[in-house]
Antibody, heavy 123, light 107 residues
């Protein structure tokens, strides 16, 4: 059974830092691209970042580029999101999610999701 | 970035009804559209990918259709557990944007 268990999160002041983690099990982690997606309170979903299995290709949303860093440890089957210089507008529930599919077939999709963790940025 | 516009933003229906939720892309995205269901306080759940392929374990009353710029999620014979918010997402071009969501409420 695929499981993604998230940890980290909490309350931080603007300009502060926070680290989120996502522990994976039940699948061959190193072969999957992983993503972070967030959802501000009462709002829709926003893709934040993705990292391929080898960590050689990493992408960020424009809204977080230069402030957030995604990384993974395939040996530990874990995914992290280091969030620096946090802003009030970064307040959201953050989800980790696996990629499924391929561009040549049905395209990519977010197949399995973590339970989400709340990040609140407030003074 | 590719913009996705869902309509309606909210919808009221009864158990047993059929509903259609549409998603329009700002440019041609072929079949690279996915649909997710999200219940309050829970993570989204993948329903349909590649415009029309049903994810494993998803009931057959969910159907996806469309190509190019216009897509539809159809839920036939609504069940009580289907009342939730639904999102489309495109995977044709990064960043993989989402629609704003459609809230399906009980009438």
């Amino acid at each position: 059974e695929v499981q993604l268990v998230q940890s980290g999160g909490g309350l931080v002041k603007p300009g502060g830092s926070l680290r989120l983690s996502c522990a994976a099990s039940g699948f061959i982690f190193k072969t999957y691209t992983m993503n972070w997606v967030r959802q501000a309170p009462g709002k829709g979903l926003e893709w934040v970042a993705s990292i391929i299995g080898s960590s050689t290709d990493i992408s960020y949303a424009a809204s977080v580029k230069g402030r957030f860093t995604v990384s993974r440890d395939n040996a530990k089957q874990s995914l992290d999101l280091q969030m620096d210089t946090l802003r009030v507008e970064d307040t959201a529930v953050y989800y980790c999610a696996t990629d499924g599919g391929s561009f040549d077939a049905s395209g990519f999709y977010l197949e399995f999701w973590g339970q989400g963790t709340l990040v609140s940025v407030s003074s | 970035d590719i913009q996705l516009t869902q309509s309606p933003s909210s919808l009221s229906a009864r158990v047993g009804d059929r509903v259609d939720i549409t998603c329009r892309a700002s440019q041609r995205i072929y079949f690279y559209i996915n649909w997710y269901q999200q219940k309050s306080g829970k993570a989204p759940r993948l329903l349909i990918y590649g415009a029309s392929t049903l994810q494993s374990g998803v009931p057959s009353r969910f159907r996806g259709s469309g190509s190019g710029t216009d897509f539809t999620l159809t839920i036939a014979n609504l069940e009580p557990e289907d009342f939730a918010t639904y999102y489309c997402q495109q995977s044709f071009s990064p960043p993989r944007t989402f629609g704003q969501g459609t809230r399906l409420e009980t009438k």
